[in-house]
């Protein structure tokens, strides 16, 4: 979990963001301000990045796209790994008109960059199989899941409550939601705690993680709004918490 915020700034919490090192790759699901950060924290650099995944262009999930493509331009040593790029539809105008703001300084220089839209879709890459599927927000917006060896792990990005963060986190072994507001003051488009715990006891996964938590959304009711509706493990996410899948 490389950050576990929302777009309103909170020290030790960065915006939307999650590692993930899947069939020896490295992935990176939303690029959150400040995730850069906490990536090289981990050891992992810009230049390591195979894949990052976009739940869509809010910017506390998305704004580190523009130093982490400025990064990969810059010479010495130059980069010369592909990277795709995959977000909702919209993704090559996002592109588009960040690098023209940006006068072509994000454009791909000694490696090859692919845009990738999707909505709901399934891929195979490697070993792994990237399912994503479109997400009630406001924006367009998708949900991700990856399976791999047996086992999965999926990715809300930012919902309102409706079947399909149900159906993409069916059986997870990891489900991953927004948590962006209290039971007392929902917001439309987003989840409150009781809301994720109907979805993960729907779902039948079998580990909740909340992350994307405004200040407002305090540990303790939070547990307690979940546990009306989920019995299961539960983790109120830190930046920088590894949940590890299986025994591997
Ligand atoms: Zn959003
Ligand atoms: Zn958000």
Redesign the pocket.
Known sequence: MLGTG??WPVRGQAC?GIYIYAAGQHWLFDAGPGTLQRLLALGVTHGDLDRIFLTHF?P??CAELVPLLFAMHLPDPARTKPLTVTGPQGMRRVYRRLNAAFSGWLAPRGYRLTLREVGDAAQRLGTCRVVSRRMPHGPPAVGFRVECGGRSVAYSG?TAEGPGVVELGRNADVLIL?C?APDAHPVAGHLTPSACGRIAAAAGCRRLVLT?RAPSVQEGLARRGVRTQYAGPLVFARDLQALRLGSS
Do not use: K, L, R
Request: proline share 0%; no cysteine.
């Open positions: 929302t777009a939307a809010h506390d999930h930012d927004e962006s994307h």
